[in-house]
């Protein structure tokens, strides 16, 4: 257990299905991220069974204050999602979210994490740079649809 700096204790405990109602609020909720069709219950439940305790929200007086999904593929871990309500922020959950899913990569074998911010997230950018991750700007991310869908 940890406190958020204004005397609440919180949990970090791996992201489970019944969590999704709460988690899909949060990050609909939170600027700087972008949702998809693919961030649909039933493609989230195919994640965490692909990536079994690798995902995680935090828990404060039994409400989700923060949420994150991480997962890896065999040779490299993602974070994707971080977010944190607002009156959570700049408290410590994030940050431990984080923690928590690095130490479940390096737990895997796992030697590198990759993540994706979209370019005017400012304040995600920065969370992640105090946070020791570096921008990258030696490549490009490309894409390819490979179905129709609006959100995709």
Known sequence: MSDDGAGHPF???PMETEDFDAVLSLWRGSEGL???DVDA???LARFLERNPGLSFVARV???IGGAVLCGHDGRRG???HLAVAPV???QGLGTALVERCLSALR???IGKCHLFVLVDNEAGIAFWER?????RTDFHTMSRILFDSPDA
């Open 78 to 80: 993602y974070l994707h």
């Open 131 to 135: 946070n020791g991750w570096f921008l």
């Open 88 to 90: 959570r922020r700049r």
């Open 41 to 43: 219950p039933d493609a």
């Open 11 to 13: 949990e970090i405990e």
């Open 34 to 36: 972008t949702m998809r």
């Open 61 to 63: 007086g039994g409400e």
């Open 107 to 109: 737990e895997a074998g």
